[in-house]
């Protein structure tokens, strides 16, 4: 693995920008899922808040449907929703992530895993009921209106495409969790992506920022309606810390959301 040269927000070609995710989460799924595996284990859960699916039931009832996970990541969520009765596909552009989650699984725990970029996906139109990801995807992308597209495409009339993401205000401030991180460093507006360079000058890793704004543009570029923009609040029986997300600073400012849209 190659070490981080240089980071920061800056321009980068979206060609690279858009490329770097597979070779990130390939070469970070060990020390990822040994991280939050524990947390992500036998549950849907929305971010880091931990809000799980049985609580805020985002997806509607899906016992017999056809459900779709992009950027599965390990898979945790789909492997959830088989339990639940749903006929799930659970997808992602790292055949690393899918590999350990597979692994690391237990027993009969299985669910299909297709290696699979969200922004063309493998599937025919209108194959789904459900499509949906907990932090997949969306962030890696320059171009999140071709993953809507594709969601957009692979859902039935009367389905729900659902996405969390890092909530857009938090990319104002530090990636601090404690005090530190409660003043704005700067500009929400700023829509240039987090990149890391390795050793060799290549972009290694790049994270977008969009504004809600932007999210809901987006949205309904692809044809679809908000019905509902979910923002967990910071449960108390949560003390954890994961990364810029902890109790200190997520008592008082948000650091998921969680957009719910139908396609009618
Ligand atoms: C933060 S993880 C989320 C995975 C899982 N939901 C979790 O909470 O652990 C982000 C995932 O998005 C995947 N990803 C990034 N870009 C992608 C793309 N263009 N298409 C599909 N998956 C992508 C990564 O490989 C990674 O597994």
């Not at 449960?235 to 810029?244: E, F, I, R």
Request: net charge negative.
């Amino acid at each position: 693995m190659s070490s981080v040269r240089d980071y920061g927000y800056r321009e980068v070609p979206d060609r690279e920008g858009g490329a770097a995710a597979r070779g990130w989460w390939d070469d970070n799924a060990d020390e990822y899922l040994d991280d939050h595996g524990g947390f992500l284990a036998g549950e849907l859960r929305w971010g880091p808040e931990g809000l799980t699916e049985s609580e805020a039931r985002l997806l509607g009832d899906v016992a017999g449907r056809d459900v779709l996970e992009i950027g599965a990541g390990a898979a945790q969520c789909s492997r959830w929703l088989a339990e639940q009765g749903a006929h799930v596909v659970a997808t992602d552009v790292s055949g690393a992530m899918l590999r350990e989650g597979r692994d690391r699984a237990p027993a009969g725990a299985g669910v299909p895993l297709v290696q699979a970029d969200a922004r063309a996906l493998p599937f025919a139109a209108a194959s789904f009921d459900v499509v949906f990801t907990s932090f997949g995807a969306i962030p890696f992308v320059p171009d999140a209106a071709r993953v809507h597209a594709e969601a957009a495409r692979v859902l039935r009339a009367g389905g729900r495409w659902v996405f969390s993401v890092t909530h857009p205000l938090r990319w104002a401030f530090p990636d601090d969790p404690t005090a530190a991180g409660l003043t704005a460093t700067r500009s929400y507006f700023d829509r240039r992506p987090y990149v890391e360079t390795d050793d060799t000058g290549r972009v290694a890793y790049a994270e977008y920022h969009r504004t809600v704004g932007d999210h809901v543009r987006e949205i309904a570029g692809a044809g679809l309606r908000l019905a509902d923009l979910v923002e967990p609040e910071w449960p108390d029986w949560n003390t954890g810390v994961w990364g810029g997300w902890g109790p200190e600073r997520g008592r008082r400012l948000p650091g998921t959301a969680v957009f719910v849209t139908h396609k009618d």
